[in-house]
């Protein structure tokens, strides 16, 4: 098991900044890749950004690709999401998670551990 807790969120005007933040306790935090995802009201939960183990690699959807950073720190068993010239429509509920399968780093259903998400909200 992995207990995935989020925060940072808050409301922001846009063009601010925040950064999200995942501690991570229970089961090795190292060996997940992460990721965040968002969920909009009405929406789909979609694919935000991915991390691989260690960091060797990382993904972007191309909404938010150049404006945020997506980094972990396996000491301290922490995901983290820098945002960047945030916009209106990155509103949304945050989640990071876990992947339990390995690979389709863009798809919920290779994410095995959820956290309970944060509340972004940006206003024009």
């Known amino acids: 098991q992995v207990q995935l807790v989020e925060s940072g969120g808050g409301m922001v005007l846009a063009g601010d900044s925040l950064r999200l933040s995942c501690a991570a306790s229970g089961r090795t935090f190292s060996s997940f890749p992460m990721a965040w995802f968002r969920q909009a009201p009405g929406k789909e939960r979609e694919f935000v950004a991915g991390?691989?183990?260690?960091?060797?690699?990382?993904y972007y959807a191309e909404s938010v690709k150049g404006r945020f950073t997506i980094s972990r720190d396996d000491a301290k068993n922490t995901l983290y999401l820098q945002m960047n010239s945030l916009r209106p429509e990155d509103t949304a509920v945050y989640y990071c998670?876990?992947?339990?399968?390995?690979?389709?780093?863009?798809?919920?259903?290779?994410?095995?551990?959820w956290g309970q998400g944060t509340q972004v909200t940006v206003s024009s």
């Open positions: 998670a876990a992947n339990t399968v390995g690979n389709a780093y863009d798809s919920t259903w290779a994410y095995g551990y």
């Open positions: 991390i691989e183990t260690a960091s060797t690699g990382t």
